[in-house]
T-cell receptor, first 121, second 114 residues
Framework: AQKITQTQPGMFVQEKEAVTLDCTYDTSDQSYGLFWYKQPSSGEMIFLIYQGSYDEQNATEGRYSLNFQKARKSANLVISASQLGDSAMYFCAMREGLEKSDGGSQGNLIFGKGTKLSVKP | GAGVSQSPSNKVTEKGKDVELRCDPISGHTALYWYRQSLGQGLEFLIYFQGNSAPDKSGLPSDRFSAERTGGSVSTLTIQRTQQEDSAVYLC????????????FGSGTRLTVV
């Protein structure tokens, strides 16, 4: 079974609108971390946002927020006020194991297959 | 350096040849990761180094793949007897021991096996 599922291969959004990118995960660990990365056409991987399983508050970073629903095992990324520069691949990832409250844990990330977001002017 | 540096940025090799890919992590980062990204796919974990501990090699797809990290810094990923299915972008990332939520990735090496 896939550990990280991103069901939307591609998404379109109008500039200045909000968009939600879906991510569900599968783990039996009680402690884990969830990440979102952006990959523009240049290929670099850009860290966007992190959510620890211990954290009951949804993470926010500027225009990015993570809608964390632990019981449903979902960690959707919400981008508000989309900009043309948001057009890119977006990857959800999970790190299993003991997650420290300062986010300072290590371990390999398990990535989903990604969602290609296209922002229309 | 300021970021994670990978070399070469592009490599074309003939099937059956060996290749070496290099990763120079951010200075002071104790953890180093190798991932592979095939065209249009997500990232596949290959191997993880953490300080002086034995590396986690659980993601290496075959014994043709190996990696080492010398002096806790630079890492080399070696693919022996390359096959066409090895064609992908190989990404390296590093992180410090504590206090970082996300990992810093390099720009990758695009490997093409012909």
């Amino acid at each position: 079974a896939q550990k990280i599922t991103q069901t939307q291969p591609g998404m379109f959004v109008q500039e200045k609108e909000a968009v939600t990118l879906d991510c569900t995960y599968d783990t039996s660990d009680q402690s884990y971390g969830l990440f979102w990365y952006k990959q523009p056409s240049s290929g670099e991987m850009i860290f966007l946002i992190y959510q620890g399983s211990y954290d009951e508050q949804n993470a926010t970073e500027g225009r990015y927020s993570l809608n964390f629903q632990k019981a449903r095992k979902s960690a959707n990324l919400v981008i508000s006020a989309s900009q043309l520069g948001d057009s890119a691949m977006y990857f959800c990832a999970m790190r299993e194991g003991l997650e420290k409250s300062d986010g300072g844990s290590q371990g390999n990330l398990i990535f989903g297959k990604g969602t290609k977001l296209s922002v229309k002017p | 350096g300021a970021g994670v540096s990978q070399s070469p940025s592009n490599k074309v090799t003939e099937k059956g040849k060996d290749v070496e890919l290099r990763c120079d992590p951010i200075s002071g980062h104790t953890a180093l990761y190798w991932y592979r990204q095939s065209l249009g796919q997500g990232l596949e974990f290959l191997i993880y180094f953490q300080g002086n501990s034995a590396p986690d090699k659980s993601g290496l797809p075959s014994d043709r793949f190996s990696a080492e990290r010398t002096g806790g810094s630079v890492s080399t990923l070696t693919i022996q007897r390359t096959q066409q299915e090895d064609s992908a972008v190989y990404l390296c990332a590093s992180s410090p021991a504590r206090g970082l939520y996300g990992y810093t990735f390099g720009s990758g090496t695009r490997l093409t096996v012909v």
